[in-house]
C-alpha cells in the first residue's frame, strides 16, 4: 500500500505561483509513474500532468501546459508540480496519485489532496 500527502495548497493571487509536493511511503516509489489531477467544485477530476517512472518522460494536459511543470526526486519519494501564471480557474482540491499501468489515466494509489484558492 502506498500512501501519499499533498502539501503546498493555499491561497495565492491571480498571476502568482506555487509548488505542490507530494510524498509518497513506498520505498519502491521509483516504481510508479505519477500524475496530477485536480477537481474544481461542481467539475469532474482533470488529469493536470504526468511523468514517468525515471522522470525522462512527462505529459500535461493543455489547459496547464507552459505554466505547470511536473518534477520528481525518487531520492526523496517525492513528486512535486509548479504552478506558475495562476489563474482563477486553477482554484480545485489538487491530488497526486501513483500507478503502475502505462495508461496514463489508470492509477493505484491516492493522495487525500491539498486546496488551492486563486484570487483575483
Known amino acids: 500500500q502506498v500512501q501519499l500527502v499533498e502539501t503546498g495548497g493555499g491561497l495565492m493571487q491571480a498571476g502568482g505561483s506555487l509548488r505542490l509536493s507530494c510524498a509518497a511511503s513506498e520505498r519502491t516509489f521509483s516504481n510508479y509513474a505519477m500524475g496530477w489531477f485536480r477537481q474544481a467544485a461542481g467539475k469532474e477530476r482533470e488529469l493536470l500532468a504526468r511523468?514517468?517512472?525515471?522522470?525522462?518522460?512527462?505529459y500535461y494536459a493543455d489547459s496547464v501546459k507552459g505554466r505547470f511543470t511536473i518534477s520528481r526526486d525518487n531520492a526523496k519519494n517525492t513528486v512535486y508540480l509548479q504552478m506558475n501564471s495562476l489563474k482563477l480557474e486553477d482554484t480545485a482540491v489538487y491530488y497526486c496519485?501513483?500507478?503502475?499501468?502505462?495508461?496514463?489515466?489508470?492509477?493505484?494509489?491516492w493522495g487525500q489532496g491539498t486546496q488551492v484558492t486563486v484570487s483575483s
Open positions: 496519485a501513483a500507478g503502475s499501468s502505462p495508461l496514463i489515466s489508470r492509477y493505484d494509489y
Open positions: 511523468i514517468s517512472r525515471s522522470g525522462g518522460s512527462t
